[in-house]
């Protein structure tokens, strides 16, 4: 951790007008010196900032969120996204040296994890080191991990679901030379899609937890479908194949995706990277934090097509007034013939290399973590997050290869209770710093007919995750193991509410 400089808010205006990057460099000579010192490939100074934004027709929307400079290596690293609170874009190569300088430029303190990626304890964005206003924090490390669509968001203790609803969060594209090879669609043919809703009020402003603490126990739901930052998100495509790049970003809210013409989806990658294959679906649920990669093949369709994305109903969560109706998550348009030949989709995606579920070191008797949701106290295992609390249940040895069992017990007010006394809803489970495999899943029988409506939308097995969703009555054993970076990690919920509410724990690798 190096907090190696302060920037008032004045002197941040007066750099933000001009070449930022440059004038940092300038005025802060540490940066450049560090940069010299140990070698990174890319660096770049992610800035974190209230800003106005034009959203819906008229007045301009309050929102915090990320703008990006490279400093160093590859320029391309960053893709900036303008006009939207949607995050830019970073793209890594795997095996690169990547250094961030994140400055806080918010009314209150933050910190940022990148989701997905196995990094040093000091690069996770682990709530304690978060910063304060005008403050930076310097991340330093390798990535390692295989190419795919990993994301970036705060994780300040207690304030995650609001600054992520403010606008905090972006993508984390890792590419490899398995991937390259490949020949995947890619710049107009790569969509990246952040899923996300939103209340706006009367003055265009976004709106957090309009109903109290009813809403934090349940999760935020809006009303307003928002794609990349922006509302009726519609996108014009040719006929052809199209990579579409998803993630849930909602802090709460669980899809279960179609196309509404019927049409399979064609799955080609899970939060951790490429599937072995293409696996199809008729429907897929997407918690927060998971993503999907996509495959559509447009040229099916003739030039004036309009096809949708749809969220279909399901059961499970009807508590917090989820899933019980149908919407559109954005429009696709056909607008005209394939101006290059399109890429084709290969038969064979990746070798992702499987861990190997009998030679887990507690194979025999798995760690168990139970998730409830009480009037007032979020736990695992009956504990809420503390800053630096670990459990003997919590530490793990660097190298192990572990099942680890999450558990949504068919009353989330305890063992002992009826259905229908504690809050029913889905949890999605999350783990720092692994990418794990899905290998079993379990639903009490008074919780089937509520399974029936989401269990064919799980892409299971067949695939990296370091998010699952969990459903009511559901057990789900994952298969994990442990890299060899040692320290705190967290574990948690990915329901932002439920996250900051304390359904979160530490873990720790020996
Ligand atoms: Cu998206 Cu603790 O993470
Ligand atoms: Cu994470
Ligand atoms: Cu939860």
Avoid at 70 to 98: E, H
Avoid at 114 to 135: M, Q, S
Avoid at 277 to 297: C, F, G, H, N, T
């Amino acid at each position: 951790m190096q907090k190696d400089f302060r920037m008032n808010r004045r002197d941040f205006l007066r750099l933000s007008g001009t070449g930022f990057a440059g004038l940092v460099l300038a005025q802060f000579p540490n940066i450049a010196a560090t940069a010299q010192d140990i070698e990174a490939d890319v660096e770049i100074v992610l800035t974190a900032i209230p800003e106005q934004v034009q959203i819906l027709p008229g007045q301009t929307t309050s929102t915090w969120r990320y703008i990006a400079e490279v400093i160093r290596g590859d320029p391309n690293s960053v893709q900036s996204t303008p006009n939207s609170y949607f995050g830019p874009i970073l793209r890594f190569r795997k095996g690169q040296q990547v250094r961030i300088h994140l400055n806080n430029q918010l009314p209150e303190s933050t910190i940022t994890h990148w989701h997905g990626l196995t990094v040093p304890e000091t690069a996770d964005g682990h709530p304690r080191f978060a910063i304060e206003t005008g403050e930076t924090y310097t991340y330093d490390f390798q990535v390692i991990n295989r190419a795919g669509t990993y994301w970036y968001h705060p994780h300040p203790h207690g304030r995650t679901g609001p600054q992520v609803y403010a606008g905090l969060a972006g993508f984390l594209f890792v590419s490899d030379e398995e991937e390259d090879a490949l020949g995947l669609p890619e710049g107009d043919y790569e969509i990246p899609l952040m899923l996300q809703d939103r209340v706006f009020d009367a003055d265009n402003q976004m709106v957090y937890l309009p109903n109290g603490m009813m809403d934090r126990m349940h999760g935020f739901l809006g009303d307003r479908m928002m794609v990349n930052g922006q509302a009726d998100y519609a996108l014009s495509v040719e006929k052809s194949a199209y990579r579409l790049r998803l993630l849930n970003g909602s802090n709460s809210r669980v899809y279960k995706l179609a196309w509404d013409d019927g049409t399979p989806l064609i799955v080609i990658g899970t939060d951790g990277g490429l599937l072995q294959s293409p696996i199809e679906k008729d429907y897929i649920m997407l918690a927060p934090s998971e993503r999907l990669d996509l495959w559509v093949d447009f040229s099916t369709y003739p030039v004036g097509t309009s096809l949708s994305l749809k969220s279909l109903t399901f059961s499970g969560a009807e508590e917090g007034g989820m899933g019980t109706s149908e919407f559109t998550i954005l429009t696709v348009n056909v607008d005209s013939d394939a101006t290059s030949t399109p890429a084709t989709l290969p038969a064979q995606l990746s070798t992702p290399n499987f861990n190997d579920a009998p030679n887990a070191v507690n194979a025999a008797n798995p760690r168990q973590f139970t998730v409830a949701m009480q009037a007032m106290a979020a736990t695992i295992n009956g504990q809420s997050f503390e800053m630096t609390d670990v459990d003997a249940n919590e530490i793990v040895q660097a190298g192990d290869l572990e099942v680890w069992e999450f558990i949504n017990p068919p009353s989330s007010m305890g063992r002992g209770m009826g259905r229908g006394m504690g809050m029913v809803m889905p949890h999605p489970m999350h783990i720092h710093n692994v990418q794990f495999q899905v290998i079993d899943r379990q639903i009490d029988p008074d919780f089937a007919s509520i399974w029936d409506t989401v269990r064919e939308g799980y892409v299971d097995g067949a695939g990296w995750k370091d998010s699952v969703l969990l459903m009511p009555g559901e057990r789900v054993k994952v298969l994990v193991k442990f890299p060899d970076y040692t320290g705190l990690y967290l574990y948690h919920c990915h329901n932002l509410e439920h996250e900051d509410l304390g359904l979160m724990r530490n873990y720790r690798i020996e």
